[in-house]
């Protein structure tokens, strides 16, 4: 995953068609690292996961072309390169685990991010009724060792429409996406045994998107 890390840091310095053109080769060697190491962690997971048998890893990973057409951000090429690990691959519905690779700012993380309406909604009326079992997940050693506090960024400030300030689980019912996230560093990421890692952390996720995942079936 050197070579990775390296071409990304690279790419962002020279983020233009000329210069990827006459870098392609480090391109392909790079995305065939990336491949072959989301293949590795997919053949893990899917030991304790049996919905993501049949996923490969051209399912779950993203082209490195950017859409322009609507940002200001005219830059051709993304920086990073993530795969979406779970059950549909990119496509996967509900709460996804995504591994991120980025220069400095590697994550393996789960949960749900920013979900429709309907979704929030079941989301926090599955925290209300269970707010024991969901405590029980986010505050358990191991969950709190690896990932802390769920993502504060995605909280609002006030309570929610339909539910008082004093509602016991009120400061849980602010959020709008949750998300539990375990930052790697670069060292981390080159070694030998990240895949392993990062299959554990995916473990450890399970409780908490299964919980999601409960919330959004009783929705549909």
């Given at each position: 995953m050197k070579a990775v890390l390296e071409f990304l840091k690279d790419l962002e310095q020279n983020n233009n068609r000329d210069w990827f053109a006459l870098n392609k080769n480090r391109y392909e060697d790079a995305k065939?690292?990336?491949e072959a190491l989301v293949t590795d962690i997919l053949a893990r997971v899917a030991k304790w996961d049996?919905?993501?048998?049949?996923l490969q890893a051209k399912d779950c990973t993203y082209r490195i072309y950017r859409d322009v057409r609507f940002s200001k951000d005219k830059s051709p090429y993304k920086t990073t390169m993530g795969a979406l690990v779970g059950k549909g691959g990119r496509k996967a519905q509900g709460a996804i685990n995504y591994v991120h690779i980025e220069p400095g700012k590697s994550f393996v993380a789960g949960g749900s991010y920013m979900p429709e309406s309907a979704g929030l909604k079941a989301i926090r009326q599955e925290i209300d009724y269970?707010?024991?079992e969901f405590l029980g997940i986010i505050n358990a050693p191991a969950f709190v060792k690896h990932f802390g506090a769920l993502e504060a960024e995605w909280k609002g400030k006030l309570p929610p429409k339909g539910y008082a300030?004093?509602?016991?689980?009120?400061?849980?019912l602010k959020y709008k996406s949750y998300i539990g996230t375990?930052?790697?560093t670069d060292k981390q990421i080159i070694a030998s045994d990240f895949a392993a890692k990062a299959d554990e952390t995916l473990q450890l996720l399970?409780?908490?998107?299964?919980?999601?995942?409960?919330a959004l079936r009783t929705e549909e």
């Open positions: 065939a690292q990336h049996s919905s993501i048998a049949d269970n707010l024991d300030a004093d509602n016991p689980a009120i400061e849980w375990q930052q790697f399970k409780p908490f998107n299964d919980f999601i995942n409960r």
